[in-house]
């Protein structure tokens, strides 16, 4: 199996040298602008009422409810980065062997019928939700852990192995953690950012993080699907279907600065949700001459 | 909004044009050129549809051109600006973009280059075009182009919220972001900092567990809710814009305002510090320090004040006001335009332009009037009669 991954990855680097003609023509995915402005209304729609019921609920529990951030409470601008030359060129190795291998691949399986590729979307899902269960304990949050122990009970029995996503059409929909959050809510500093090879943006917390997940399942070994050759072609499939299922290409608007904007906006997002998760804590401030992340 | 339809089909094309010059070791990324394409599967003409200031050929805007256009019958091709990056270092011929001739004839070899190489099975019965913004302006200096070279045999063309004068269009856009950000890049600082304290506090409201893209969306939109922080949103999208061209071009001219002729940065350095720094220039220092000196070198007789004078739409004021098929739809509050300039425009075309009274810089596309309106135009039935 080993060997007929990297026979795989092969055969697509010898065909992307020999494209060579003037144009070289890449099917996408079809747009749904129809159907995709009707989900950008209802979104906007949701997020309106989201709002509203929240303002209503904080304006009846005034008193518990966190203070609000002001703009002296944000992270400076810059990011605290020690690592920048490594990450950079693991940042152009990402992005090479995305445009050279990975993005071909998930284009070809983008071909494979939408039930297939389904089912195995909801079958890794599934699998992820051992872990969101153990961590969502770790994280003493046992409202959201029972959610995902009653997702995976359901999806893995009245699902057929979690093929079918039968919990999200039940009003369970997943909310996956993982052990990086799990450092988080103990109270674990980001640390520097990390570009860490073919998964991307990170931070060192957040890698370790990455890391416990993957000894976590290695350690439970469900169904003996982590361990040996056929961990090999589960991951790669594994890594295919999420690949397929983000929808992001690197230089896609061709800014030189692209590096500095994904680093911003990564270590933005994870603040933004590490303040989430320390909701009742207090604010803490942050001095000016400290980056982001430190 | 205009109904639109259930799919669209969609290629990427990447290009390797011949005339490219060399690329600098920091921009690797952009050495092809790259175009998108839904093809119709029988003959049908073909609509190019050209991106607006310093902005790629997948744009929001022109997913909303394509739908419109694609579900009309149209083949549909869509490119990037010519002050895109990727454009500047896979399809200039300068590395210096802003110069509305020059970048319009680089646009209109690529656009050669491109329909030339159309697999087979793509049967093109016209050619139009359409540019929103900036791609407007260049739209119509393709097809003056055009008109003396014979190469495409473009037929019709609409601009959408064109420019008149590339420089003055700038220039308001530099009034802005002093006026709504403040000052150089300690004001950026301050609306960053706001933004992200509004994000937080709509997060910590809400019940999510995970900041995704749905959010994001709607949470920027929900901050944005004033006139000023949109006028902010628009100064600062157009500035990180600049600040692409104008790095691009100090690389390519070598007019060491921010990176070093001799020593060109390498992919392992860090860029933020040249970020930095140029998020503070507005586009006078763009245009005095590299764009000037650059042109100026190569055309001795030029001056200063000749380079901004070649930078008007009216350039091609004899096409614009003689040639049935130049078509235009703006609008009254559009903030590139002053009113000399939008009544300039009325005159020039007479009524080949419609101006709706409301939407400013570009947000009446997608409206059921505009398509209808640009749809009748692309096809010669516009003005329609009497109704």
Redo the contacts between chains.
Sequence with gaps: MKAAVLAGLLAALLLDGCAS???????????????D?AA?AA??AA??D??AA??AN?AAEAQDA?P???????????TY?PW???N??TY?FN?RFDEAIFLPVADTYRRAPRPIRAGIHNFFGNLAEIDSVINYTLQWRLK?GCRSLSRLAINSTIGIGGLFDVATKLKLPG?P?GFATTLAKWGMHPGPYLVIPLLGPSTLRDGVGFLGDYGAEYGINVAGLYRGDVSWGLGTVNAIDQRANI?FR????????E??TIRFLYV??RL??D??LH?KEPVKKTADEVPAGK | MASLPAKVPLSEINAELPWRLAVPQVLWFDAKLRVWLSAQDKPAPLAIVISGTGSDGNTQTISTLRAALYGAGYHVLTMPSPTSPAFIVSASSTGVAGDLMRDGKDLYAAMQEIVAHLPRKVRITDIDLVGYSLGGAHAAIVKSIDATEHKLKIHRVVMINPPVSLFSSVGRLDRLFAAAIGPGDQAVELLYRRLYAQIANLYRASDRLELDENFLLSAGAATLKTDAEFSAAIALTFRLQLVDMFFIGDLYAKTGVVTDPAHPPKVSDSLEGIQRDLRAKPFADYFTRVFAPYYLKRRPDATSASLIASNRLDIISDVLRDDGDYYAQTTSNDLILNRSELTWLQETLGPRIVVYDHGGHLGEIGERQQVADMLDMLSGSWPRSAQ
């Design positions: 003609q003037v144009l070289s023509i890449r099917t996408v995915p079809d747009q749904t602008p129809a159907a402005n950008a979104n906007a997020f309106a989201a709002v929240e303002s904080s966190p609000l951030l002001t703009p002296a409470d944000a992270p400076p601008m810059y980065d920048e030359r490594l950079r060129f152009r992005a959201y909310t953690t929808n690197y230089y896609s608007g061709g800014s030189p600065f590096y500095e933005r997002r933004i949700e303040e989430g909701l």
